[in-house]
């Protein structure tokens, strides 16, 4: 049997639209067998809208890799259980995605290299800045061209952490992406690139007050803020109460903060906060996870 396991991940990071992305301390765990035939899928604890049949996410994932390296497995028993909210902006397509294909890459003989798995999560994915961070841990930088993703995976300091706020809504990345313009004016590009640079500046040196430059944001935040009701006064009340930087995680609608110290004030005060203005949000402390997808034969 083969044991998956993939973290979740917050991508963007405000500036770094398609580019940055980090893994958290949340995990998607898969159980994979070959069996003697069919295809049993089980999905336990966050699984209320995941399918057990052929357009499962894990399984298509799997049949990517297996199409890829020509093997045929006689039946598959998938084991799913996620603790990363789905559709929310934490990654949870990705970690099934990554997840599924280190398994089946495994299950067929290990023919394909970390960054060949990459480059075919990527193909599946759209965007590098979820599976990066998905499979190597970290910090990641990606680049993609030709089809061929490029990815840096930086280890961060433990002194961090991410203020995970979860609303009860969710938000589908295709809808996310739609309201997104096709093209951008020159002085915003620099803009973001100029603040992307410093996100990662600020990140790799420690220099955490710098962060707040870094992650501001003008390529997708003004356009998917709309759909959130409360953004700018929740953004303005982490910044009061002492975030680092804030930002839309992924294509949202989840809101990230990130923090030093232990994050525990910072908690309490946004769930009085999130409770007085009637908003139903969740707010989860996490920590990167240097270590990415682990995957184990038993
Ligand atoms: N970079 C992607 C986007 C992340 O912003 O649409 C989606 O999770």
């Not at 958290?24 to 604890?45: A, F, P, R, V």
């Not at 298509?60 to 297996?66: K, P």
């Not at 995970?164 to 997104?180: E, H, N």
Request: aromatic content about 8%; glycine content about 10%; some cysteine.
């Amino acid at each position: 049997m083969i044991r998956v396991r993939v973290p979740a991940t917050s991508a963007n990071m405000g500036s770094g639209f398609d580019t940055l992305g980090v893994a958290l301390n949340l995990y998607s765990k898969l159980e994979i067998e070959e069996t003697s035939g069919g295809l049993e899928i089980i999905t336990l604890n966050n699984s209320g809208n995941v399918q057990n049949d052929k357009t499962n996410l894990v399984y298509r994932a799997m049949d990517h890799i297996f199409r890829e390296v020509g093997y045929s497995p006689k039946g598959l028993k998938i084991k799913q259980d996620s603790a990363i909210p789905m559709t929310r902006g934490l990654g949870s397509s990705s970690a099934c995605i990554v997840g599924g294909m280190l398994a089946a890459n495994a299950l067929s003989g290990r023919k394909l290299s970390y960054s060949e798995i990459m480059d075919l999560a990527v193909e599946m994915e759209g965007h590098p800045d979820n599976a990066a961070p998905a499979l190597y841990g970290g910090f990641c930088v990606s680049a993609r061209d030709c089809g061929k993703v490029y990815v840096k995976s930086i280890k961060l300091k433990n002194d961090l952490k991410f203020a995970v706020m979860i609303p009860d809504f969710f938000v589908a990345t295709r809808k996310s992406r739609g309201v997104l313009p096709e093209t951008v004016s020159l002085k915003d590009a620099a803009f973001n690139i100029s603040r992307a640079s410093m996100l990662q500046a600020a990140l790799t040196s420690g220099d955490y007050d710098l962060l707040r430059i870094g992650a501001e944001d003008r390529l997708h935040q003004p356009y998917r803020k709309s759909y959130i009701d409360g953004f700018d006064h929740i953004f303005e009340h982490t910044y009061k109460i002492g975030a680092k930087a804030t930002y839309l995680s992924g294509s949202g609608p989840t809101i990230m903060s990130i923090l030093t110290g232990s994050g525990e004030a910072f908690k309490s005060d946004m769930e009085s906060f999130f409770s007085e203005n009637s908003h139903k949000w969740k707010c989860m402390l996490l920590e990167c996870d240097n270590v990415g997808s682990v995957l184990s034969e038993v």
